[in-house]
């Protein structure tokens, strides 16, 4: 059995390796092609050209992984009901279901290790070419922000910026309002300007005036200071982004935190990041979706398998892809709750060979 699962292990990557090689290059000349024009008209160097089509590999893999998969199983199931070998196995005892074991294990291990790889390789690798990008042609980062007001969950602060700036880590014109257990104003900080201290994990305020109402309320004391730390504002710089930022390059631990914010601060904005933060988190599962759809297909190719084979992957792909598409801009637009526009494409592509085995036997 050991013989038989490294056969259909070794079979399936073989291909899909090959495959996954060919669309990652097909994937990176289309990009390099679509910014040529750019690349020309600002004179950029071949060898920054080359870097960021380098740094677009990862991204292009992953877009690239779970077709090709699918059509690497696809094509490994046709090949032994072509060669008969399928005969063969199942006349030596060995039912169906055992052949697919290996085919889902396979999958569960991609689909970990494209979660893996896009979390440690891929978003470090396209948040780098973004900054080339920017120093090549002069634009400033899409992440900051102006107008910037948020709240501590527990209620101690509000905190109101004019200015965001990402790659400073800086907040401009701060006007920070303490408050009470119940909730009652009982102080005030306006500051020229704030830095992010990433050893302390905290904000330092700079060229401040403090404003504090004594327990009855009835004074206010006033005073100004060039630094200012002595209240613990722990929001990570990432909350006073753009809420168009891209949500799937923040780290994992930063973008749930910056959801449960976002949900109270501006839910029609977390409809739209809760639904690129599922995408990013179940694309993993793309893997496992398309090759359980390629182990469900009925193979009955006795000629032109590698044409019917690509056939059959396309027609699954494309399935798969546009009810995705569509139910991804439901879920940005608060018609269905985020998590199911990608839930909804994988019960619809696990529905389909049933239905279609059930059309096939009526």
């Known amino acids: 059995m050991r013989l038989l699962d490294r056969y259909i292990a070794w079979s399936i990557l073989k291909v899909a390796v090959v495959t996954?090689?060919?669309?990652?290059?097909?994937?990176v000349g289309v990009d390099l092609f679509s910014n040529l024009d750019n690349y020309l008209q600002n004179n950029v160097p071949?060898?920054?050209?080359?870097?960021?089509?380098?740094?677009?590999?990862?991204?292009?893999?992953?877009?690239?992984?779970?077709?090709?998969?699918?059509?690497?199983?696809?094509?490994?199931?046709?090949?032994?009901?072509?060669?008969?070998?399928?005969?063969s196995l199942l006349n030596a005892g060995i039912p169906y279901r055992r052949i697919l074991i290996p085919c889902m294990i396979l999958a569960i291990l991609m689909s970990a290790g494209q979660f893996l790889f896009n979390e440690t390789v891929a978003i470090k690798c396209s948040l780098r070419r973004d900054v080339l990008i920017n120093e090549l042609f002069g634009q400033r980062s899409t992440?900051?922000?102006?107008?910037?007001?948020?709240?501590?969950?527990?209620?101690?602060?509000?905190?109101?910026a004019s200015r965001y700036l990402s790659e400073e880590r800086r907040i401009l014109?701060?006007?920070?309002?303490?408050?009470?257990?119940?909730?009652?104003?009982?102080?005030r900080v306006d500051a020229s300007r704030g830095d992010w201290d990433a050893e302390r994990s905290r904000w330092i305020f700079k060229d401040a005036t403090v404003y504090r109402i004594d327990a009855e309320g009835h004074a206010v004391d006033s005073f100004h200071t060039a630094l200012y730390d002595e209240l613990a504002v722990d929001l990570e710089p990432e909350l006073f982004r753009n809420l168009s930022a891209d949500i799937k390059t923040m780290e994992l631990e930063t973008a749930i935190r910056y959801l449960q914010r976002m949900k109270y601060l501006e839910p029609s904005q977390w409809a739209v990041s809760s639904t690129e933060f599922w995408e990013r988190v179940l694309n993993c599962a793309s893997p496992l979706i398309l090759m359980l759809i390629a182990c469900s297909i009925n193979y009955k190719f006795k000629k032109n398998v590698l044409l019917f084979s690509i056939i059959?992957?396309?027609?699954?792909?494309?399935?798969?892809?546009v009810v995705q598409m569509l139910t991804l801009i439901m879920a940005k637009q608060g018609v269905i709750p985020p998590i199911t526009g990608m839930l909804i494409p994988m019960?619809?592509?696990?529905?389909?060979?049933?239905?279609?085995g059930r059309m096939l036997s009526g």
């Not at 014109?173 to 102080?187: A, E, H, K, N, S």
């Not at 059959?312 to 892809?321: D, G, I, N, R």
């Open 173 to 187: 014109d701060v006007v920070l309002v303490m408050r009470d257990d119940q909730g009652r104003i009982r102080g």
């Open 20 to 27: 996954l090689l060919l669309c990652t290059l097909m994937l």
């Open 312 to 321: 059959t992957s396309l027609c699954v792909a494309v399935v798969y892809y």
């Open 143 to 160: 992440y900051d922000n102006r107008n910037v007001t948020l709240s501590d969950l527990d209620g101690g602060f509000v905190i109101h």
């Open 46 to 87: 071949w060898s920054r050209i080359l870097m960021m089509s380098l740094l677009y590999v990862p991204e292009s893999m992953l877009l690239a992984l779970g077709p090709s998969l699918l059509f690497s199983t696809t094509y490994f199931l046709s090949m032994l009901q072509a060669n008969n070998e399928m005969i």
């Open 347 to 356: 019960f619809v592509i696990f529905l389909l060979p049933v239905l279609a």
